[in-house]
């Protein structure tokens, strides 16, 4: 992807973003308050009211409720409702999607994949969710759990994404994943635990449902990797940031992301060259056998 249509896309989710503020703006200037007034009647900050006019803050249902209600525009509560429940679509921040627990967000993913037919996804660091064992998944979602200060087991979580795997063996479904060599190497997780998580690989490729393309460090890049995305059909485009999910779903959006995936699945490795990659891995992290003795 080039740098002004990626750009693009993440700037429309921020637009959105503004597009909702404005229209609380709008509100509060029809019913003649200023900030400060408006957030008095709401026993909020003063510093709220500009904050969420700006998008810099994110209201919930409840604040757009409060809103409309002190500024006399009731009638409006629906329309303002609607903006933003199309963006918490497009942009869901973690706090917000992990409200629930790790495994309640892994039963949400779960749904979402019941409902599509073909998924593709790019992965340059980390082994696909759908592709993981228990032990890498384990130590991937506790990281999550640190990093997001959530103090569950990741165990629940662990099972429930476990249970997301079982789709791959369903007729009718396709996967095509393509990996950068470097998903295999980043030290994500303890070397015996991506020992098994390599040979888990080499199994799930064999799968009639699953094409694995792994692109090797000797590759040039047609394409310069930018972040990991998922492909679901052609009705959405995933990507995660350290701050939340992004759904992207417009015609142009997809299309830009389809033409990335393309690029970067002819440029990955197939079938025994995949393989090759994959065990070459696992033979640079295989602790040497102790020579025998005589």
Same mark, same amino acid.
């Given at each position: 992807?080039?740098?002004? =249509?990626?750009? +693009? ?9 503004? $597009?909702?503020? @404005? /229209?609380?703006?709008? #509100? ?9 007034q408006l957030a008095e009647a709401l026993s909020w900050p ?99 759990? =640190?990093?997001? +200060? ?9 099972? $429930?994404?476990? @249970? /997301?795997?079982?789709? #791959? ?126």
């Amino acid at each position: 992807m080039n740098s002004p =249509r990626n750009t +693009n896309q993440v700037s429309s989710v921020h637009e959105e973003r503004l $597009a909702l503020g @404005r /229209r609380l703006r709008e #509100l509060r200037q029809q019913a003649g308050l200023t900030g400060r007034q408006l957030a008095e009647a709401l026993s909020w900050p003063a510093s709220k009211v500009s904050k969420l006019e700006n998008a810099r803050q994110s209201p919930s249902e409840d604040d757009v409720r409060g809103w409309t209600e002190a500024t006399g525009h009731e009638a409006a509560t629906e329309s303002v409702l609607a903006l933003l429940r199309t963006l918490e679509t497009r942009h869901g921040e973690w706090d917000r999607l992990l409200r629930g627990g790790l495994h309640s967000l892994q039963d949400k993913i779960a749904e979402s994949e019941r409902h599509t037919r073909l998924i593709r996804a790019f992965e340059p660091l980390v082994v696909p969710g759908l592709l993981q064992t228990a032990e890498y998944a384990r130590a991937r979602l506790a990281e999550a759990a =640190r990093r997001h +200060n959530l103090p569950e087991d990741p165990d629940d979580a662990v099972r $429930a994404r476990m @249970r /997301r795997q079982e789709i #791959l063996y369903r007729p009718g479904r396709r996967f095509h994943f393509v990996m950068d060599e470097a998903a295999l190497r980043v030290r994500k997780c303890p070397p015996e635990v991506m020992l098994g998580q390599l040979d888990r690989l080499i199994a799930l490729a064999a799968l009639p449902t699953v094409r694995l393309g792994i692109v090797g460090f000797d590759t040039a890049y047609t394409v310069g990797p930018r972040h990991g995305f998922w492909l679901f059909d052609n009705d959405r485009v995933s990507v995660e940031t350290y701050s939340a999910e992004l759904n992207l779903t417009q015609e142009q959006e997809i299309k830009v992301y389809t033409e990335a995936f393309e690029a970067h699945a002819a440029d990955a490795s197939y079938g025994r060259a995949a393989r090759a990659i994959i065990q070459k891995v696992i033979d640079d992290l295989a602790p040497e056998e102790p020579p025998e003795q005589p």
